[in-house]
Nanobody, 116 residues
Framework: QVQLVESGGGLVQAGGSLRLSCAAS????????MGWYRQAPGKQRELVAT???????TYADSVKGRFTIPRDNAKNTVYLQMNSLKPEDAAVYYC??????????WGQGTQVTVSS
């Protein structure tokens, strides 16, 4: 059974940084492209960053230059380093496979709140 557990969210001032973690189990992590998604209240869930098994990354235009998505295959963990946070980055952040997420893999997510 695949389990993805997100952590690291919290309250931060605009311009601050957070690092999110996603620990995966029940999946051959090193063979899977992973992504971070976010969903703000009243908005659709969006894909913000991906990392392939070869460590090629992609980013949504809204986070490019501010977020990075490293992965540690030995720890079955993918991270989202978020710098220069803006109020519009506030959302619940989730990890999942990418670019197509699995409907059965969604975890509880981790809340990011950015104060202006």
């Amino acid at each position: 059974q695949v389990q993805l557990v997100e952590s690291g969210g919290g309250l931060v001032q605009a311009g601050g940084s957070l690092r999110l973690s996603c620990a995966a189990s029940g999946i051959i992590f090193r063979f899977v492209t992973m992504g971070w998604y976010r969903q703000a209240p009243g908005k659709q869930r969006e894909l913000v960053a991906t990392i392939t098994i070869g460590a090629t990354t992609t980013y949504a235009d809204s986070v490019k230059g501010r977020f990075t998505i490293p992965r540690d295959n030995a720890k079955n963990t993918v991270y989202l380093q978020m710098n220069s946070l803006k109020p519009e980055d506030a959302a619940v952040y989730y990890c999942n496979t990418a670019p197509k997420p699995s409907s059965t893999y969604w975890g509880q997510g981790t809340q990011v709140t950015v104060s202006s």
